[in-house]
């Protein structure tokens, strides 16, 4: 928390949360084991030279998730990354995320009962075949791990949503901070 005020105070141009330090540093850690970043489509597995991350942004007190994906951003500053994010956050809190809203216009008259299987084999065969569906799904559109910041909800602890049509490596769920007791060489901490 320290680091994110120092950020803010050293620069006033973009607006630096928790979310885009871990964001920041997720992304550098995949930077590390990126021979083993990939997908598999037809069953093989296939290198993928850009490094995606997902942030899944809540709409509307959590009502909707909008994924953000960019890709390769360990290669810019955490200043780079946050102007990226918050743009793109901007426009899916205003509804102008024109990618989002097409492809969640059909759940404004399908039950998700049948929303859903559609959905889950068409991102199955968008990653298996290595294809674009339009409107549904576009070849290499989803970060290869996703990350869910509950704690702009105000909890503590969640298990991360599992997003099938992303696809992802791995999910990751950010918590609210707080403070707490330690012990530090015999006495007790804030």
């Not at 809190?93 to 989002?100: A, F, L, P, S, V």
């Not at 070849?139 to 991360?160: D, F, I």
Request: overall charge positive.
């Amino acid at each position: 928390m320290k680091y994110v005020q120092k950020l803010n105070e050293e620069q006033k141009e973009v607006k630096i949360t928790l979310t885009h330090v871990f964001s920041h540093a997720l992304a550098w850690g995949l930077y590390k084991v990126r021979r083993d970043i990939g997908r598999m489509p037809m069953g093989f597995f296939r290198h993928n030279k850009q490094i995606g991350l997902t942030v899944l942004c809540d709409v509307e007190g959590g009502s909707d998730l909008v994924p953000i994906t960019l890709f390769d951003i360990h290669k810019g500053s955490i200043i780079d990354f946050a102007r990226q994010c918050n743009e793109r956050v901007g426009k899916a809190k205003n509804k102008q995320d024109e990618g989002h809203n097409k492809s969640t216009a059909s759940a404004n008259f399908l039950p998700s009962c049948v929303l859903q299987p559609i959905l889950n084999f068409l991102s199955y065969v968008s990653v298996y075949f290595d294809v674009t569906i339009p409107g549904v799904v576009k070849k290499g559109s989803a970060g290869h791990y996703v990350l869910t910041n509950v704690g702009s909800l105000g909890m503590q602890q969640a298990v991360a949503p599992i997003c099938p049509p992303l696809r992802p490596m791995g999910l990751i769920c950010l918590g609210k901070s707080r403070k707490q007791p330690l012990v530090v060489d015999g006495e007790i901490k804030i």
